[in-house]
């Protein structure tokens, strides 16, 4: 299978990609920011991986509503604000603020675009799996050069674990997962054995797409490995590592009314999988057996039309 980074499309490239707000606090983000709404983060760090020249020219945070940041830096790139740029103690360490204007990114279009694409996605041909008496799903790639597997999100429990076994360094892994309103606190995940360890990694993490196609509202509380297509979910978290890409319709961080949390801290892993081509969301193709059975029809209404000609 040839490779195509980039299979998000619009959101390539941005470690966080929302259609609506973004709130956060207390963390950080490895990479690029974008909301199709307002961007409110204090106590935060923006594309934290990467040195101060790495996105010259480029906008790292992009709000195309208001963006509120306090406290905090972007280190790499510019930023972008739709309505006003209010910025408080936070400083952008090699790049300007532009206020009103032209978004750089058409989330119209980037909303479409990955709502047909999760759609789609939700119809390949996949392997359902659920926990075994260990709480563990065990999502076996076998090494091939696509692996789709369907969870149950009803399933999911603190403390069960995901382990992908057999990935290969060209094998892309897609997992739909079903359920409307996911608690997605699964303990822990694991790629060939190897824990989530921020940056670090395994690299092969770029290669798993984690697709919630019906989820409306997604929690997320745990350490992620692969990125997570959410394109109807409001994602809340109250602590958390993703080593991936997450798109969804928005995120906050669910802070308790006393004390202080952090939220879902991001590491900049983009997705590099290929699902190949795809067919339009909610096209079937049919089995091998129902060829035939199509044939075999035609081939007698066929047979029935010459036969009524000739008498």
């Not at 103690?89 to 909303?111: K, Q, V």
Request: aromatic share 10%; charged share 10%.
């Amino acid at each position: 299978m040839t490779l195509q980074a980039g299979y998000l499309g619009p959101a390539d490239g941005y470690n966080g990609f929302f259609f609506g707000d973004y709130t956060s606090a207390n963390s950080d983000i490895g990479g690029k920011l974008a909301a199709g709404g307002n961007i409110n983060i204090a106590n935060f760090a923006v594309a934290t991986a990467y040195p101060a020249n790495h996105f010259n020219g480029q906008y790292a945070l992009v709000a195309n509503g208001d963006l509120n940041a306090s406290d905090g830096e972007l280190r790499s790139g510019n930023a972008f604000a739709g309505g006003t740029g209010t910025l408080s103690s936070f400083t952008l360490l090699s790049g300007l603020l532009t206020e009103g204007g032209t978004s750089p990114i058409d989330f119209a279009a980037a909303e479409t675009d990955l709502k047909n694409k999760s759609q789609a996605l939700k119809d390949l041909s996949g392997t359902a799996v659920s926990p075994n008496v260990g709480f563990e799903f065990i999502l076996d790639a076998a090494g091939s050069d696509l692996a789709v597997f369907l969870l149950d999100s009803s399933e999911f429990c603190s403390s069960c674990s995901v382990k992908f076994v057999n990935v290969g360094a060209n094998t892309t892994v897609v997992v739909n997962v079903k359920g409307a309103n996911v608690n997605g606190t699964n303990s822990s995940y694991f790629i060939n054995g190897l824990a989530v360890n921020g940056d670090a990694s395994s690299a092969l993490a770029s290669r798993i797409l984690f697709n919630y196609f019906e989820a409306t509202s997604l929690f997320m509380n745990s350490g992620v490995q692969g990125s997570v297509l959410a394109p109807y979910a409001a994602v809340t978290s109250t602590w958390g590592q993703l080593v991936g890409q997450l798109v969804a319709q928005s995120y906050s961080n669910e802070c308790p009314e006393t004390g202080s949390c952090g939220s879902l801290e991001l590491h900049d892993f983009n997705f590099e999988g290929d699902p190949g081509e795809l067919p339009p969301p909610g096209s079937q193709v049919p089995e091998p057996a129902t060829w035939m059975l199509s044939a075999a029809g035609l081939a007698g209404v066929l047979l029935r039309r010459m036969r009524a000609g000739r008498q």
